[in-house]
């Protein structure tokens, strides 16, 4: 009997440390807190994003929207005063026929509202220059709530971005594309005797619309940052449908370039597409 509890006890004895160094079980709050609402309620999430009904979405919309054509009107109201200065401007640099102002390169008047119409147009591309950075920062507050931190912060560099890129644009159609759409036009007449008449309205709704589809063709560099950097696409995905894109391209410089001859359209898609793939060649290149 002696000896059988001595060898119970020395057991009891080496069973003992074995009891100690066993590992505790895991405490529940490691893994998820039992209010699901805490794990979902963090600071890199939309918190500011909230269900509303379509009518209150269209309300605001139209607000924004009228926002942005009211400073575009009040610039337009601005610039009027300076509208003759502009066109006397244009007229003399752009039209590549001679050094000065001669019979042959005075603007023709054939209806009485021809100058009006031609100030009203000048005034509205500086309300259009003007209004596409506001139309982005307006677009930027209609989705604020639900944009993610990060997200905000791309689409508020973009406002100053989109003006800088309306000027360049209009530079670009000022130095580069007018020039080469009028000694383009003029080729076709240099080897006949005749006398060059320019309509004013027909000749600045060239340059008007040239310049006013440049300053919104050039955005679309910020346009696909924007898209990639929140996440809406992949410069991959865009890169395997670039044929899609260079048709909406060319429909696009169609519809909008008034020119019979095809130049202007040609020269407009050809920018767009420059434009896209140099944004996706750089997108590559910084390994976005």
């Given at each position: 009997?002696?000896?059988?509890?001595?060898?119970?006890?020395?057991?009891?004895?080496?069973?003992?440390?074995?009891?100690?160094?066993?590992?505790?079980?895991?405490?529940?709050?490691?893994?998820?807190?039992?209010?699901?609402?805490?794990?979902?309620?963090?600071?890199?999430?939309?918190?500011?994003?909230?269900?509303?009904?379509?009518?209150?979405?269209?309300?605001?919309?139209?607000?924004?929207?009228?926002?942005?054509?009211?400073?575009?009107?009040?610039?337009?109201?601005?610039?009027?005063?300076?509208?003759?200065?502009?066109?006397?401007?244009?007229?003399?640099?752009?039209?590549?026929?001679?050094?000065?102002?001669?019979?042959?390169?005075?603007?023709?008047?054939?209806?009485?509202?021809?100058?009006?119409?031609?100030?009203?147009?000048?005034?509205?591309?500086?309300?259009?220059?003007?209004a596409l950075p506001v139309l982005v920062y307006e677009t930027y507050l209609f989705m604020r709530p639900g944009l993610y931190p990060h997200e905000r912060r791309y689409y508020l560099a973009a406002v100053p971005t989109s003006l800088v890129l309306a000027l360049v644009g209009v530079s670009f159609a000022y130095f580069l594309i007018l020039p080469a759409i009028f000694t383009y036009f003029l080729s076709y007449t240099q080897k006949a005797d005749v006398v060059i008449a320019f309509g004013l309205t027909?000749?600045?709704?060239?340059?008007?619309?040239?310049?006013?589809?440049?300053?919104?063709?050039?955005?679309?560099?910020?346009?696909?940052?924007?898209?990639?950097?929140?996440?809406?696409?992949?410069?991959?995905?865009?890169?395997?449908?670039?044929?899609?894109?260079?048709?909406?391209?060319?429909?696009?410089?169609?519809?909008?370039?008034?020119?019979?001859?095809?130049?202007?359209?040609?020269?407009?898609?050809?920018?767009?597409?420059?434009?896209?793939?140099?944004?996706?060649?750089?997108?590559?290149?910084?390994?976005?």
């Amino acid at each position: 009997m002696g000896e059988e509890s001595e060898a119970a006890a020395g057991n009891n004895l080496s069973k003992a440390p074995a009891s100690e160094e066993a590992p505790e079980p895991p405490e529940e709050d490691l893994y998820a807190p039992e209010d699901p609402e805490q794990a979902v309620d963090r600071p890199s999430q939309p918190i500011d994003d909230e269900e509303m009904p379509l009518a209150d979405h269209i309300e605001e919309m139209i607000k924004r929207l009228a926002v942005v054509i009211v400073v575009a009107g009040v610039v337009s109201v601005v610039v009027l005063p300076l509208a003759d200065t502009v066109i006397n401007f244009l007229w003399n640099s752009v039209l590549p026929v001679s050094s000065g102002p001669g019979p042959n390169t005075r603007p023709r008047l054939y209806h009485p509202l021809a100058l009006v119409m031609t100030r009203l147009k000048v005034a509205s591309l500086g309300g259009l220059i003007v209004a596409l950075p506001v139309l982005v920062y307006e677009t930027y507050l209609f989705m604020r709530p639900g944009l993610y931190p990060h997200e905000r912060r791309y689409y508020l560099a973009a406002v100053p971005t989109s003006l800088v890129l309306a000027l360049v644009g209009v530079s670009f159609a000022y130095f580069l594309i007018l020039p080469a759409i009028f000694t383009y036009f003029l080729s076709y007449t240099q080897k006949a005797d005749v006398v060059i008449a320019f309509g004013l309205t027909k000749t600045f709704n060239l340059i008007l619309m040239m310049m006013g589809v440049l300053a919104v063709v050039f955005q679309i560099p910020l346009l696909i940052m924007l898209a990639i950097m929140m996440g809406l696409t992949t410069r991959r995905w865009m890169a395997d449908r670039r044929l899609y894109f260079w048709g909406g391209f060319l429909g696009f410089a169609f519809l909008f370039s008034p020119d019979p001859t095809g130049m202007a359209p040609f020269l407009v898609a050809l920018t767009m597409v420059g434009l896209f793939e140099g944004t996706l060649f750089l997108l590559k290149w910084t390994g976005r």
